[in-house]
């Protein structure tokens, strides 16, 4: 038994969103660019005095408006991305049961490497200490929660945000994600040897590895839809390998376990499921893992694709940014291709997708998988 | 304490009601199991204190020496919770998760991953400069697979924890969980962890946010 659609349970529609990327500032400048099969990928010689060459998404400088110098750029492009998503539901900020919800791995870290390391520091870095700053620019009301969870935070922001709603605690949760790239992250991800020379090519034959992306995205979820056709969060479920803190499960069960629930929950079968966005970080493991959850669920048929040939892995926003390119898949009936697959590189069949598909979409899931061997799925629907 | 009180289900009350059947806390060198200390010990710094209670505890866990201290203190606050009241056998792995909360989020090894990253950067390190790994750690342990939340609050919000937790077991998405804080920075350490479940043992008393403070 799970809280499925009743009538004292409240639906979750999304009201608004944005995703501000190197591709743009708005989710329609994003939607624009990859319809160009545009990257926002690029090579970079001496990034943080990289000794090796590295392919990253990265802000330029010139393109985001500094909205005061108080903010670092974590805490801009947060504002940045919550004011555009916001733009036709201002008057919930000031509502008391709306609730500020900030999904990221590693918020300020840099300021560890850029400042000198005092007690205010340790305060200034705090994530909570982001997502205060940020409540108080709009003047939210509530404390906002913070959700740090490895590569699930932006998609477990969205089902935390969602549960709160069904739950009766709050009507609106404005779910907003970020996380920008750090020679602190950019060093550790390089120590895994897990990083692509170049753009990345998720579950292809000749993958090398992940790029990093920097970025922030933004839901709003309200239990008040303008019109029953909003795309609304219908279930979503979280699972733990408990197999390695650093590698991912071996059968792929575990997501596979997530994606089923989730799926249950809906009341819906695999055949009902019209695009799914993977995770795809072009890891060999994370892939290979992902092409047996997928089966293990029965999906192997669903169009699937990986957006981090456009937008790298932005950790903590990914989940929100593809979250949004997939509630846009529902809205425009459009799937865009998976960048980087030529040639099947995973040992389970699944349905890649190779070119920009116009089809109905109903139902679309999103999953990610994370450090700490958590996994996690969620469904939007029409 | 609620020993006494017996079970009871309102028919107009949706939920039914959760018990911590066990709980555990660490900090000032101290460590206090249902609220009874167990341990105590002089051992600073930190490192050596998490230490003496490993070995207090003759814990036998070779991966144990290689977490960082946010992970140690988790982890061994989770086998204090679990080492005598909880009984893995009935529970289904996907219905056992864990709820988790801090202040500081990783910081602790950040900082040592920030100062050694000049030199080699070490994977061994970089794994831990997330917060929830610590909940890998103990699923791992215990072989838990049900849902995982890690929460960054400036400071232990019971209202919030409760709510999270109750809908994880109202809506059956998990049978057992987890649930508390875990924080360390520097020198300073704490960790208050409940198991809450649906079943009433022994003089459990009920989740309720005064239980958790």
């Known amino acids: ?382 | 304490m609620g020993g006494a009180m017996p079970q009871f289900y309102s028919a107009n009350n949706m939920a039914a009601k959760k018990y911590i059947t066990a709980s555990c806390h660490i900090s000032h060198n101290r460590v206090y199991q249902d609220a009874g200390l167990v341990f105590e010990s002089d051992a600073a710094p930190i490192d050596d204190f998490l230490l003496s209670v490993y070995q207090h505890f003759q814990f036998s866990y070779p991966k144990f020496y290689k977490m960082d201290n946010l992970s140690k203190l988790g982890w061994l606050a989770a086998e204090v919770l679990l080492k005598d009241s909880f009984d893995k056998t009935p529970h289904k792995a996907e219905y056992t998760g864990t709820v988790l909360m801090n202040a500081n989020s990783s910081l602790d090894m950040d900082l040592k991953y920030a100062r050694s990253m000049q030199e080699v950067p070490s994977p061994s390190l970089f794994v831990y400069t997330l917060p929830n790994i610590v909940a890998g750690e103990i699923c791992i342990r215990h072989h838990f697979k049900g849902e995982n939340a890690f929460f960054v609050q400036p400071k232990f919000d019971g209202a919030f924890l409760k709510q999270q937790v109750d809908y994880l077991l109202d809506t059956d998405t998990l049978q057992t969980c987890i649930c508390g804080w875990v924080d360390v920075l520097g020198q300073e350490y704490q960790a208050d962890l409940f198991l809450v479940e649906k079943v009433k043992r022994g003089d459990a008393k009920e989740f309720l946010i005064e239980n958790i403070k």
């Open chain 1, 1 to 382: 038994m799970g809280i499925t659609e009743t009538d004292n349970v409240p639906k979750v529609f999304i009201i608004g969103d944005n995703i501000l990327s190197p591709l743009g500032q708005t989710t329609a400048e994003n939607l624009e660019a990859l319809k160009g099969g545009i990257s926002g990928v690029k090579q970079h010689n001496d990034l943080f005095c990289s000794p090796e060459r590295v392919a990253a998404s990265l802000f330029d400088g010139g393109e985001i408006s500094k909205i005061d110098k108080n903010y670092t750029k974590f805490e801009n492009i947060l504002i940045l991305s919550i004011y555009d998503a916001m733009a036709e539901n201002k008057e919930i900020v000031a509502h008391e049961k709306t609730i500020l919800i900030i999904s990221t791995t590693k918020g300020n870290i840099s300021l560890l490497e850029t400042e000198p390391h005092t007690e205010a520091l340790n305060t200034r870095v705090a994530l909570h200490t982001s997502a205060q700053l940020v409540a108080d620019h709009f003047g939210f009301k509530n404390q906002p929660i913070v959700v740090s969870n490895a590569c699930i935070s932006g998609v477990l922001a969205i089902l935390t945000g969602t549960r709160l709603i069904r739950s009766g605690v709050y009507e609106h949760a404005v779910v907003a994600g970020a996380d920008v790239v750090s020679q602190f992250v950019l060093s550790g991800f390089q120590s895994f040897h897990a990083l692509s020379d170049s753009v990345c090519k998720p579950f292809d034959k000749a993958r090398t590895g992940l790029n990093l992306g920097e970025g922030a995205a933004t839901v709003v979820l309200s239990s008040h839809g303008k019109t029953e056709t909003d795309v609304k969060v219908v279930s979503g479920a979280v699972s733990n390998d408990a197999n390695h803190i650093s590698g991912p499960s071996r059968t792929g069960e575990e997501l596979g376990y997530a994606i089923k629930k989730t799926l249950f929950n809906a009341g819906l079968t695999a055949h009902d499921i019209d695009y799914i966005s993977a995770h795809g970080t072009a890891t060999p493991y994370n892939d290979e893992m992902e092409a047996r959850a997928l089966n293990h669920a029965g999906l192997q048929q669903v169009p699937v694709n990986s957006l981090k040939g456009y937008y790298g892995h932005t950790l903590g926003a990914a989940g929100l940014i593809e979250s949004v390119i997939a509630i846009h898949a529902i809205k425009e009936g459009l799937i865009f291709p998976s960048m980087g697959y030529e040639e099947n590189g995973v040992s389970q069949p699944i349905n890649i997708c190779t070119e920009l598909l116009n089809k109905p979409v109903k139902h679309a899931l999103k999953t990610a998988s994370g450090f700490g061997g958590c996994n996690a799925a969620i469904l939007f629907s029409k």
